[in-house]
């Protein structure tokens, strides 16, 4: 299992969890994500990696609460852990030196362009940062978002904190000034991609968006995460998450991502009713795995995998 080093919350219904998860951290690059499931019977859900320590062996997420699933991890807390993580998955973000580079993020979608933005930083480029949330609850990793750009423009929907208006209105103020955008990576809800799309495909502005389609299991195999790019389909777990934003179909992709809403309500609904048993029923879960995992440990003859920590037992 993967233990919860930190948990912390760092706006409305959102939480950053630090993870212990070695051979991810290793492995991890800007852009990739990794996919999760908290018990036997619970469903499999990606989250963008924010960050990784090497050597401290852990990688950080970002959880916004929407569903059941993250609504029930956002109820642990460090010392808990998790079932199974596989990651780092996915395509890195192409990184290179494009002149003017603008990230465009909403809420938490923030996490996901952050190390993404550090990188475009170090590669010489001028990194200009749009935040967007519905309000200063919302707003999240200002401090953060600030290091890694030169300009950073916080847009609340409310007017709460930073510039009143959408982020679409700060791009829309940036290039009516004639300000040169050689690059916009946008991060964020579906329609708040597509609305940046369409500003920039006119101007042929190279813009990349990560899309946040039904995902399972990660490896191409299930469909779920199809995409169309033109007439081609994709696969977001494997092609992606990153995609030229001129080439997708936002319209299939909101579809698609649809499908599911009322099941995923009458769930979240069922936990919001019951929450404090599946917690309880959670950890419990978890306790009794933890308990298989170190008799096994003590059971297996010296020099066998088994006796391994389970991260290089892996590469044994």
């Known amino acids: 299992m993967y233990k919860i080093v930190e948990a912390r919350t760092v706006g409305l219904n959102i939480k950053q969890f630090t993870i212990q998860a070695p051979r991810i951290a290793r492995k991890q690059r800007p852009g990739q994500f990794l996919i999760l499931r908290l018990h036997e019977k619970g469903e499999r859900i990606p989250l ?8 401290a062996g852990t990688v950080t997420i970002v959880v916004q609460a929407i569903g059941k699933t993250t609504s029930l991890l956002n ?13 780092p998955l996915g395509h890195p973000s192409e990184v290179k030196f494009y002149g003017t580079a603008v ?6 979608g923030t996490a996901m362009a952050l190390p993404t933005a550090y990188a475009l930083k170090q590669a010489g480029n001028r990194v200009v940062f749009i935040e967007g949330a519905r309000s200063k609850e919302m707003v999240v990793f200002e401090d953060e978002v600030r290091a890694a750009s ?5 847009m609340t929907d409310d007017g709460s904190y930073g510039e009143r208006g959408l982020v679409t209105k700060k791009l829309n103020d940036l290039l009516a000034a004639q300000r040169p955008i050689d690059f916009v990576l946008a991060v964020g809800p579906v329609p708040m991609m597509r609305a940046i799309a369409r500003i920039t495909g006119p101007l042929a502005i190279k813009t990349m968006v990560s899309l946040n389609s039904i995902m399972v299991d990660g490896t191409g195999m299930c469909g779920g995460c199809r995409v169309l790019l033109g007439n081609a389909s994709k696969f977001a777990c494997v092609d992606g998450p990153e995609f030229d934003a001129a080439q997708v179909n936002f319209e299939v992709l909101m579809q698609r991502n649809s499908m599911y809403r009322d099941k ?41 995998p088994g ?7 892996l590469n044994a």
């Open 48 to 55: 963008t990696i924010k960050s990784s320590d090497p050597q």
């Open 75 to 87: 109820c642990l807390e460090a010392g808990d852990s998790i079932l199974d993580i596989v990651g």
């Open 103 to 108: 990230i465009v993020a909403g809420s938490v």
């Open 150 to 154: 030169e300009e950073a423009y916080i």
């Open 264 to 304: 995923e309500c009458q769930s979240l609904k069922h936990f919001q009713d019951h929450s404090t048993e599946e917690l309880a029923e959670l950890r419990a879960e978890l306790a009794g795995k933890q308990i298989e995992e170190s008799r096994f440990a003590v059971e297996q003859p010296t020099g066998h």
């Open 307 to 313: 006796s391994l920590p389970r991260e290089d037992a």
